[in-house]
């Protein structure tokens, strides 16, 4: 049986993704890399919410981020 730390961090993956937003940028992101300003055409939100949203999915490590100059490239985290 799972320990209650097992399952505090089962329950803050399951909040991070019961958000319709965040599942709208990952789902974005599962065609394809892409900045916060593709994610925010593709999605229709804001660009501080996109932001915000990005920010919880990579602390959840569900996705990634690299620099292509000043700007921030995201993509989906794949399983190890």
Do not use: W
């Not at 097992?6 to 319709?20: D, G, N």
């Not at 940028?25 to 990005?54: C, D, M, R, W």
């Amino acid at each position: 049986m799972a320990d209650d730390a097992q399952l505090e961090k089962v329950a803050e993956l399951f909040r991070a993704l019961s958000t319709v937003s965040r599942l709208r940028i990952l789902t974005s992101l599962a065609g394809g890399a892409g900045s916060v300003g593709s994610l925010v055409e593709a999605t229709a939100l804001s660009q501080p919410l996109v932001s915000q949203h990005l920010r919880v999915l990579r602390c959840m490590n569900l996705v990634t981020v690299s620099r292509s100059g000043r700007e921030a490239i995201y993509a989906p985290r794949r399983p190890a």
